[in-house]
Nanobody, 123 residues
Framework: QVQLVESGGGLVQAGGSLRLSCTAS????????MGWYRQAPGKQRELVAS???????NYVDSVKGRFTISRDNARNTVYLQMNSLKAEDTAVYYC?????????????????WGQGTQVTVSP
């Protein structure tokens, strides 16, 4: 069973920085699109950033220029560097893994989630 374990959340003042990490068990990491999602109270979960196995990245408009997603295949880890944090970035952040069909060869597509890590930005 694959597990995604997030770390790095916490409380920070507006304008500060945090780096989230997500480490995956098993052997799916290299052939997965890794994503960071967030969910604020009373709001739907939204995709913040994603990175393919070929390291193409995608960001929601509200974080462009402030957040950077990266991956280390040797460590089975994906990172989210968050700079210039704003109060509206406050949310639970979730790591996600799904197949990158340009590289993945399998018969059972997956969609794994981490347990979430709280990020709170004080004004």
């Amino acid at each position: 069973q694959v597990q995604l374990v997030e770390s790095g959340g916490g409380l920070v003042q507006a304008g500060g920085s945090l780096r989230l990490s997500c480490t995956a068990s098993g052997n799916i990491f290299r052939s997965s699109i890794m994503g960071w999602y967030r969910q604020a109270p009373g709001k739907q979960r939204e995709l913040v950033a994603s990175i393919t196995s070929g390291v193409s990245t995608n960001y929601v408009d509200s974080v462009k220029g402030r957040f950077t997603i990266s991956r280390d295949n040797a460590r089975n880890t994906v990172y989210l560097q968050m700079n210039s944090l704003k109060a509206e970035d406050t949310a639970v952040y979730y790591c996600n893994a799904r197949p990158d069909f340009s590289r993945w060869v399998g018969t059972s597509p997956y969609n794994y989630w981490g347990q979430g890590t709280q990020v709170t930005v004080s004004p």
